[in-house]
């Protein structure tokens, strides 16, 4: 599935209810980069790329909030094999120890 296909599930109502409630459940940055700053987050992240895998796009768990820099530049980089979220986080850009986000 190419980034093109993608475009229907980002314009879905299912996909606009769930990044409401997702910004409503953690309306600041997760990025490691901006713990305790309580930055508002814009974007939300699917932290495990889901490459038009539903079930991964749909899920909850999989997601996480940014802000757009954070998101445009540490994330992106990190899943095109940079730097990126590197301390402190999984290959995945996930903070190791992420029990402290509930």
Same mark, same amino acid.
């Given at each position: 599935?190419?980034?093109?296909?993608?475009?229907?599930?980002?314009?879905?109502?299912?996909?606009?209810?769930?990044?409401?409630?997702?910004?409503?459940?953690?309306? =600041?940055?997760?990025?490691?980069?901006?713990?305790?700053?309580?930055?508002?987050?814009?974007?939300?992240?699917?932290?495990?790329?889901?490459?038009?895998?539903?079930?991964? =796009?749909?899920?909850?768990?999989?997601?996480?909030?940014?802000?757009?820099?954070?998101?445009?530049?540490?994330?992106?980089?990190?899943?095109?094999?940079?730097?990126? =979220?590197?301390?402190?986080?999984?290959?995945?850009?996930?903070?190791?120890?992420?029990?402290?986000?509930?």
């Amino acid at each position: 599935m190419s980034r093109a296909d993608y475009k229907n599930l980002y314009n879905s109502t299912r996909w606009h209810n769930l990044r409401r409630a997702q910004l409503a459940r953690r309306p =600041f940055c997760q990025c490691p980069h901006c713990d305790g700053k309580f930055v508002k987050g814009q974007v939300v992240d699917h932290i495990e790329p889901h490459k038009g895998d539903t079930r991964l =796009f749909f899920n909850p768990k999989n997601l996480q909030t940014l802000t757009k820099l954070c998101h445009d530049s540490m994330k992106q980089s990190a899943e095109r094999g940079g730097r990126g =979220f590197d301390r402190g986080c999984d290959i995945r850009g996930n903070v190791i120890g992420a029990e402290h986000w509930e």
